[in-house]
């Protein structure tokens, strides 16, 4: 006879009690919709609100009216002090910040709506965040190295190498090549209609060549075997005819880069960094490559001006006096390299 397994307990679904700070979380975020944000801005409110939330159950607060400045401030020390229970790494500051950020903007809303007196949150210093430069990007060389890797005597290798070519060529985000339609590609003007990017925005965008060949034997030869019934004109499609995941993208273009050996690590954003590089250095001016990724504020892209340091490099040369050898210290460099002899001492 077989043995029946065991009925899992299923935990009791936890009640809203009226007038919580809970219920009045889901009204702000139906009046986010209302206000147009995108639901990925949405989604990453309510991710960094849920801290604050279990922060505060943790401890009883459940209404609004109980939380003070100094609750947020004791609030604000506990992300600081907090470690992660997979690695035991604390937050980063970028994190800190979007928390107290999510807080303040929730608090705020409330005060317009009336339902407290006062923002609690309005005062609160946020963290100084670190300007941090992309820490890989891929030379001319070695973007083509990784351009080379997928089987191309194959379907999926064919995509593979179309996607690459997109990022390569255009410097989009991931989203914004996911969410590609087979329309939105212009073979003629060799231009991308990016439909509603980061912050709801689209943007037009020019595409190579090369990458529009791909993209024309990628059309051609691989997606008509890929396409399922109702066709949704989704360009880039997996073997199973769906769309690709966040997930899924990531990992493929982080396995070719990987398997090109090069010491250097990234996926799809590592393209987005290598395209705004190499242009630069190519000499494009800083508000063209701000159009191309789509920035709404110049100092983001900015960034790729202290990535690219070919004409510091340049200058650097001309002007420095120990940045070239003379001829007559060509001869010899090994010995001079040398280390001097250590003192007695040692």
């Known amino acids: 006879m077989a043995r029946t397994g065991r009925k899992r307990k299923t935990q009791p679904e936890k ?3 009226p007038g919580s700070i ?3 979380a889901e009204e702000f975020y139906e009046y986010l919709q209302s206000r147009n944000y995108s639901d990925t801005t949405i989604q990453n409110r309510k991710n960094c609100f849920a801290y604050f939330l279990r922060w505060c159950d943790e401890r009883g607060i459940i209404e609004p009216s109980e939380v003070s400045r100094p609750v947020v401030e004791r609030f604000q ?3 600081f002090t907090y470690r992660k229970k997979r690695d035991g790494e604390p ?4 994190a800190q910040s979007s928390n107290l950020v999510a807080v303040r903007a929730f608090f705020r809303w409330m005060a317009k709506k009336n339902y407290v ?4 949150a309005a005062e609160i210093e946020l963290p100084k ?3 941090r430069l992309p820490k890989y990007v891929l030379t001319s060389t070695e973007a083509e190295a990784v351009l080379m890797l997928p089987d191309i005597r194959e379907p999926m290798g064919v995509r593979d190498r179309t996607i690459l070519e997109v990022f390569y060529s255009t410097g989009m985000r991931r989203a914004e090549l996911m969410n590609l339609s087979i329309y939105d590609i212009d073979m003629e003007r060799g231009t991308v209609f990016i439909r509603q990017g980061k912050g709801k925005k689209d943007r037009m ?6 990458a529009i060949l791909w993209v024309q034997k990628y059309l051609a030869e691989v997606r008509p075997v890929f396409a399922s019934t109702p066709d949704n004109g989704t360009l880039f499609l997996t073997a199973q005819g769906d769309i690709f995941t966040d997930f899924r993208l990531t990992q493929m273009v982080r396995d070719y880069v990987e398997k090109a050996n090069l010491g250097k690590k990234g996926a799809c954003h590592l393209f987005r960094h290598t395209c705004a590089t190499l242009m630069l250095e190519g000499g494009a001016d800083i508000r063209y490559i701000q159009q191309q990724l789509g920035h709404t504020d110049l100092s983001t892209t900015e960034i790729y001006t202290q990535v690219s340091i070919r004409k510091l490099k340049e200058v650097h040369t001309l002007t420095h006096p120990g940045a070239r050898l003379e001829p007559h210290e060509a001869h010899g460099t090994e010995a001079a390299a040398a280390p001097a002899a250590l003192p007695p001492s040692f």
């Open 91 to 94: 937050l980063s500051f970028r």
């Open 205 to 210: 965008v020019p595409i190579g060549e090369r």
């Open 22 to 24: 809970a219920v009045y």
């Open 77 to 79: 020390k506990y992300l």
């Open 129 to 131: 965040l670190e300007k």
């Open 117 to 120: 007196i006062y923002n609690p």
């Open 15 to 17: 009640r809203l009690v």
